[in-house]
């Protein structure tokens, strides 16, 4: 048998170390090629290290939330036959995973214990709703004549077990300490120490980095979608079975790209340590997604050449990328504008942070009906806020309101989406 060493691979875009993310796989499993063993993640994504041997890992390299630099080992494989670890390599430059400490079993007596007072019943338990106490039927049907929830008490009997004068201590505590054990009412003294690492460090960072960086300012309009609503409901009557259905968003990317053919100010990218702008002529949306690892922004790109089922399907197949932790880094970089919304929890106002180094976020809230005057007449119409930030080293905040009332107009006649 030899050992193979796996040694954390050159992700490339000239990066020197990556974060130890989550293992797949501990000491003692077999594993095959191609396996995946661990998730790292880089400054723009997170990457898969998979397996390029058959064999038992025998050491792991780090911890998650560790920091690694490339060509450090990450983790050893025994394989059968030579593996690549040379015999002088020494043998502890990774050490395995330490085995848990066996638990002492204690020796049995042939003495019977003295008989001692049982313990009085403690406070009121407040078990999962779930949970069934033990208890005998005499007991229970004690508990329900009394009025106790049995999940309440604390017994004092052999594992546990509620005994007759358990309920009766119960109901000695006086109801106010009885109240105490219902679920929504118990106290609480545990505390979680959760680390901030893999995702959650990079979101953590690029959003301090974001607020300490950039001149934040946001502008809320609100917008009239009613018509842009009856447009997307009649599309989809008519198309939606064989061309997909359509949700706002790609209807907001058009929008985008109508509007920043005259503020093309708003899709750009600012250097500030080389005091440069660089504005885009593509429009590569960024559309924030949320996944169970935190937000990710993947990239629709080339937005200014997509029709409305086109970015529809790619915003889609993008997110179900992201979510499913499978997005590649080019799909996540490059954007030159976001796009945000939390659909129907969006609320009536919001702050987006920039996505740096870009120099504005169009933030979507919730659509609403509600009485609206026009014309004189009260009336029900659809309505939604934007609420948007901008980069005010950049953008200046006449530009910004005249951009989303440019917005505004579109949505508001969206046949005027098409019109070129």
């Known amino acids: 048998m030899g050992t193979h060493v796996i040694k954390m691979p050159d992700i490339g875009e000239g990066i020197a170390e990556v ?22 993640m880089t400054d723009k994504a997170m990457v898969d290290i998979p397996s390029p ?22 983790i050893r494989i025994e394989v059968e036959g030579v593996g ?51 208890a005998s039927p005499a007991v229970r049907k004690h508990a329900l004549d009394l009025g106790i929830q049995l999940r309440l008490v604390q017994g004092s009997g052999p594992a546990g077990r509620v005994l007759h004068e358990d309920l009766d201590a119960y109901l000695a505590q006086g109801p106010s ?15 979680q120490q959760i680390p901030v690492i893999g995702m959650r460090r990079k979101i953590a960072q690029r959003m301090q980095d974001a607020t300490q960086r950039a001149a934040h300012f946001s502008y809320v309009e609100e917008i009239d979608v009613t018509a842009l609503e009856e447009l997307r409901v009649h599309l989809n009557e008519k198309h939606g079975a064989h061309r997909g259905k359509l949700t706002l968003l790609p209807f907001l990317v ?39 690892v935190g937000l990710m922004v993947p990239v629709v790109r080339h937005a200014e050449a997509r029709s409305l089922w086109d970015s529809a399907a790619e915003i889609s197949r993008l997110a179900t990328a992201a979510r499913n932790g499978k997005a590649s880094r080019d799909e996540l970089s490059g ?43 009260i009336v029900i119409r659809k309505m939604m806020n934007l609420s948007s930030s901008f980069d005010h080293r ?13 917005l505004r107009g579109l949505l508001e006649q969206p046949a005027t989406l098409f019109v070129d």
Do not use: C
């Open 53 to 74: 041997v058959h064999g038992r890992v025998i050491a792991l390299g780090g911890e998650p939330g560790e920091v690694m630099a490339v060509g450090s080992e990450l």
């Open 84 to 134: 690549n670890l040379k015999e002088s390599a020494h043998p502890a430059a990774v050490a395995p995973a330490p085995k848990p400490a066996p638990v002492a079993t204690p020796e049995p007596t042939l003495e019977k214990p003295a008989a001692t007072p049982r313990p009085a019943p403690q406070a009121p338990v407040a078990r999962d709703p779930d949970e069934r106490p033990l």
């Open 394 to 406: 950049v953008v200046d905040g006449m530009d910004a309101a005249q951009f989303i009332q440019a």
């Open 335 to 377: 954007s030159t504008i976001t796009l945000t919304s939390l659909g129907a929890l969006g609320g009536i106002v919001s702050t987006p942070v920039l996505n740096l180094p870009e120099v504005a976020i169009v933030g979507v809230n919730k659509i609403v009906e509600r009485p609206v005057v026009i014309k004189g007449q």
């Open 254 to 292: 058009r929008a985008l790209v109508v509007a920043l053919r005259d503020f093309p100010q708003m899709n750009a990218r600012y250097d500030d340590e080389a005091q440069v702008i660089h504005r885009s002529g593509a429009v590569h949306v960024g559309v924030a997604t949320q996944s169970d």
């Open 19 to 40: 974060e130890l993310s989550v293992w797949h796989v501990k000491v003692g499993d077999l594993v095959v090629e191609d396996q995946v063993l661990a998730d790292v």
């Open 177 to 191: 300490v009885q109240a105490k054990g219902g679920a929504g009412y118990a106290e609480r003294h545990d505390e």
